[in-house]
């Protein structure tokens, strides 16, 4: 009923950059949220970044300055542009959608993506 695709994912050298893209799709009335959260071998999930249906952001503290999120509304997409990659990002990279459905009445859901592999080589 809900889809998240997610792209963008692959391999790349030390201080290179990729772009990982999330499209929604299904029964949403309306988004609150998206995001981006990676999890690597044996450690537990983690936040990336996060924008609001008011376009505020929130970055790890690890990520700032290297990664920027931003979305588009009509597409109901998020992208999430990753520069001055480190060896420290690899991991499974997972898109995260906070949306409501509107019928019979207003309620509120998460739904995660797939996950796309990151390898950032040394």
């Known amino acids: 009923q809900v889809q998240l695709v997610e792209s963008g994912g692959g391999l790349v050298q030390t201080g290179g950059s990729l772009r990982l893209s999330c499209a929604a799709s299904g029964s949403i009335f309306r988004i609150n949220a998206m995001g981006w959260y990676r999890q690597a071998p044996g450690k537990q999930r983690e936040l990336v970044a996060t924008i609001t249906s008011g376009a505020s952001t929130n970055y790890a503290d690890s990520v700032k300055g290297r990664f920027t999120i931003s979305r588009d509304n009509a597409k109901n997409t998020v992208n999430l542009q990753m520069s001055s990659l480190k060896p420290e990002d690899t991991a499974v990279y997972y898109c995260?959608?906070?949306?409501?459905?509107?019928?019979?009445?207003?309620?509120?859901?998460?739904?995660w993506g797939q996950g796309t592999q990151v390898t950032v080589s040394s």
């Open positions: 995260k959608l906070d949306f409501a459905q509107a019928e019979p009445f207003l309620r509120t859901y998460s739904y």
